[in-house]
């Protein structure tokens, strides 16, 4: 996961100076799959510290506080281009 990231990182920084085309194509292949990664990893933690019996209070304050800023799980279920999409006008409105 970590290793992804600099990569996605670097191909948006790249897409925000050239507006190019082939950069947006490749964020729109790699994020999907980095993004069901990393709700694999959360859904993990979140069962094994509930097999631990930790009181993860702080953890889920600011799964719900991130997920109220960022509508990851409803944006996964657009289609492609509506993403494509939206992430052209967030772009442009940077």
Excluded: C, H
């Excluded at 009181?55 to 279920?77: A, G, H, R």
């Amino acid at each position: 996961m970590r290793k992804k990231y600099p990569e996605i990182e670097e191909i948006f920084t790249r897409y925000e100076e050239n507006q190019n085309e082939e950069d947006l194509i490749k964020l729109g292949n790699i994020l999907p799959t980095y993004f069901m990664d990393l709700k694999f990893m959360a859904v993990y933690w979140k069962a094994l510290f509930n097999y631990l019996g930790y009181d993860p209070t702080f953890i889920k304050l600011f799964v719900d506080t991130y997920n109220s800023k960022y509508l990851i799980e409803q944006d996964m279920k657009l289609p492609i281009e509506v993403r494509n999409t939206q992430a052209r006008s967030w772009s442009e409105k940077q």
